[in-house]
């Protein structure tokens, strides 16, 4: 959940681990640094992003300073190892992948859906059933969550703005109201497409009195 968008990360790697890796902190809005004597075909078609810049050798000390995040994506776990105490020693969190005894952080398994997103983790134990956990719960969301979270979001700051009468806990109550409410949430969704939240609003209000 770290918001990383324009922050330096460094990947250790250059096969298709890192490649994966690559790809999700660009999304991510990640500026991003790739050190490795080899690097895949895959991973090379990347800086086509101008986020994202290689250099191509072996690890060096000294290559994690300035770093938000560093990701070691190697099946050399001495080489894991020297990252490990590198970044440890300046503060950044570390995730050597598939080898948590070098890592301060893990990386669930995740989806996203709109705003929505979810991630799951096992503390580094088995990312595969992470993974099977989150397909499940990824069958289970509802295919109009994205359109229930724009009418929330909006919901949310009308709430303060055209309310300012409600407390926090009472603008919580009505959010929380409607998130629980299938139908509140249909009716929520269609006054959003229609610009009428307000109206909804009101109603409730005058419900609740």
């Known amino acids: 959940m770290y918001r990383i968008k324009g922050k330096r990360v460094v990947v250790i790697g250059g096969g298709e681990v890192a490649c994966r890796k690559v790809k999700d902190l660009i999304t991510a809005g990640a500026i991003v640094t790739v050190i490795a004597p080899h690097i895949g075909e895959d991973l090379f078609a990347l800086t086509n992003d101008h986020s994202v810049t ?117 603008r919580s109550t009505v959010l929380k109201t409607i998130a629980n409410d299938e139908h509140l949430i249909a009716r929520a969704i269609a006054s959003y497409n229609n610009n009428t939240l307000h109206e909804l609003l009101n109603e409730l209000m005058a419900n609740k009195k």
């Open 54 to 170: 290689i250099v191509q050798r072996l690890y060096q000390k000294g290559d994690c300073k300035g770093a938000a995040l560093v990701f070691s994506a190697t099946n050399n776990t001495e080489i894991n190892q020297q990252v490990f105490y590198e970044a440890s020693e300046l503060n950044i969190p570390i995730n050597a992948v598939d080898d948590p005894d070098n890592s301060t952080f893990y990386v669930p398994s995740f989806f996203t859906r709109g705003k929505l997103l979810v991630a799951v983790s096992t503390g580094g134990a088995s990312p595969a059933m992470a993974a099977k956990v989150r397909r499940i719960i990824e069958g289970v969301i509802p295919q109009d969550i994205e359109k229930a979270l724009d009418a929330l979001t909006a919901i949310r700051k009308l709430l303060k703005e055209d309310f300012p009468h409600l407390t926090s806990s009472e």
